[in-house]
């Protein structure tokens, strides 16, 4: 047996290079093309540079996506502030000016699951204008990794910025379930799951270099070969983290029993203090002080690097309510507009809000509880009533209370409920229009037979079908108002098929009627 033929190096490079290839094939991040910064580090980014919030301006902000927590946002205004009205400060000083003495404001959110606390740092960073990156601690827990996985997380605000290192540099990371990686006292020896991501975490949360490419990353490693070899240098450029701002958060559930012992300790004979008697998580993790997180099993370096600390409180059921109801990213949101995707318009009354807010409020999720409520409840409606002649779904207690005879009712009325609703929804469109114009503003009965027939035909919502129809009508009225002082329009069926075409017309007659009213005078 004669013995095998051996690829000659330059074989194995093509070889290489081509698996490289085939495998990183995303554009402009090939290992022959390793993906180079768009903007150099020393750059300060105009989001910074045009940074002038105040933390009113940023709870006001967060005022309309998260409900309550408003001790939060506070204290995540305070410290988003002040940390980057520092940044601007220290970026625009001349070169070769003594440095600035400053205390990173990294802050530690402590609540209960489901409360907004993800919530709150994601429309935070939008605010500002610097990427976003989370991750849950148990996943360096998980692995058993001490240090690359935790430098991945600054790697990943590159990536997030599309290769901008400038503003890389200023993003927020935000790690949850920090209290998962608090380790016991007792432990000894090396303890890569708890222990070690803290300390690894300290020096990023402080100051450090952190390589854009990782040690045991194996793309990495050969994108550096290859470069090495292609230019004879290898690029080692980092990012620096003294303005990444970090945010942690945690349950810490059985911080509460440490708070609760020390208190019971200290709150003995005359004159013991109040607090000792209270029992309220919340109010527990209140008085949370930083020896209790350093009982809890947190190093205390590590709490140290967490001078700004706030509790966010329970929801109830109300405030589930008032989620569902005035959030901005309210689920019920996402809920209509996934039932318009088929044509259906839901409409969902106070009292439905109220009566899945009840049931969500069990699960102890917080606002997690809604989605699993929500799934629960529309699962039927959402696989049947797609393909129907069903229009519209006003959604009540009755209907969430026995989906199924809600369902055939819906069936059963079928097109006649359909276009009854639908007649009612083109009929307030038409108010409201007229409302917020000035004018008398109705369709004629043919006209709503027309937009009826043509929502169907194009399997879309009467109003928004009058919306696009109608959108420019405003102008057009008010210039025939302007001409002929006329203020009552009755829209013919024609408008529905050319809504431009008989608007011009309408124009144009103004037009005359000006003419003829300024020959006569």
């Known amino acids: ?129 610097v990427p976003f990156v989370k991750a849950d601690a148990t996943k360096f827990s998980e692995t058993g990794y001490v240090g690359g996985d935790v430098d991945d997380l600054v790697r990943e605000l590159v990536q997030k910025a599309d290769g901008n290192l400038a503003l890389a540099q200023y993003g927020i990371i935000y790690i949850d379930e920090i209290d998962k990686i608090a380790t016991s006292r007792e432990v000894t020896g090396r303890d890569v799951s708890g222990r070690g991501v803290q300390t690894t975490l300290l020096k990023l949360m402080e100051e450090t270099d952190v390589a854009l490419r990782g040690g045991n990353d194996l793309q990495s490693q050969v994108q550096a070969a290859l470069e090495f070899q292609k230019r004879g240098k290898v690029n080692r450029e980092s990012i620096n983290t003294r303005h990444i701002l970090f945010i942690v958060s945690g349950a810490f559930d059985k911080l509460t029993d440490v708070v609760s012992r020390r208190l019971k300790k200290t709150g003995i004979g005359f004159g013991a203090d109040p607090a000792a008697a209270t029992t309220l998580p919340a109010e527990l993790l209140r008085l949370a002080g930083t020896s209790d997180f350093v009982d809890y099993g947190l190093e205390p370096e590590f709490i140290g690097r967490l001078p700004v600390r706030v509790v966010c409180e329970s929801l109830a059921e109300g405030d589930l309510f008032e989620i569902l109801k005035q959030s901005e990213g309210s689920l019920i949101r996402q809920y209509e507009r996934a039932f318009a995707a088929y044509g259906i318009e839901a409409v969902f009354s106070d009292e439905a809000l109220r009566h899945i807010a009840s049931l969500a409020v069990r699960e102890n999720t917080g606002a997690r509880g809604l989605m699993t409520t929500c799934e629960g409840l529309l699962r039927e409606f959402k696989y049947r009533l797609p393909g129907s002649p069903v229009r519209t779904l006003e959604v009540t207690p009755a209907v969430l209370e026995n989906p199924e005879a809600a369902i055939e009712r819906l069936l059963q009325a079928g097109a006649e409920n359909a276009r009854q609703a639908q007649s009612l929804v083109i009929t307030q469109f038409a108010e409201r229009f007229g409302e917020q114009h000035g004018y008398r503003f109705r369709f004629s009965p043919e006209a709503v037979e027309a937009i009826l027939a043509k929502s169907v035909e194009k399997n879309i919502s009467a109003r928004d079908l009058c919306e696009g129809l109608f959108k420019d009508y405003q102008f057009g009225l008010g210039l025939i108002h302007r001409n002929s002082g006329q203020t009552d329009f009755e829209i013919p069926a024609e408008a529905v098929e050319s809504p431009d075409r008989v608007l011009s017309q309408w124009v144009v007659a103004s037009h005359r009627t000006q003419d003829e009213h300024d020959e006569n005078s």
Do not use: W
């Open 1 to 129: 047996m004669s013995d095998p033929v051996l690829p000659t190096p330059e074989q194995l490079q093509r070889r290489l290079q081509e698996l490289l290839r085939t495998t990183f094939a995303a554009p402009g991040n090939s290992p022959e093309n390793p993906p180079t910064p768009t903007e150099p580090a020393d750059k300060v980014p105009p989001a910074i540079q045009d940074f002038h919030l105040t933390p009113r301006e940023v709870k006001a902000h967060l005022d309309r996506f998260v409900i309550r927590q408003d001790e939060a946002k506070k204290v995540l205004g305070i410290a988003v502030c002040d940390h980057y009205n520092n940044a601007r400060v220290m970026a625009s000083r001349e070169a070769g000016a003594p440095p600035l003495e400053y205390a990173k404001q990294n802050v530690l959110i402590a609540g209960p699951t489901g409360v907004g606390k993800t919530y709150l740092v994601k429309h935070v960073a939008d605010l500002i204008g």
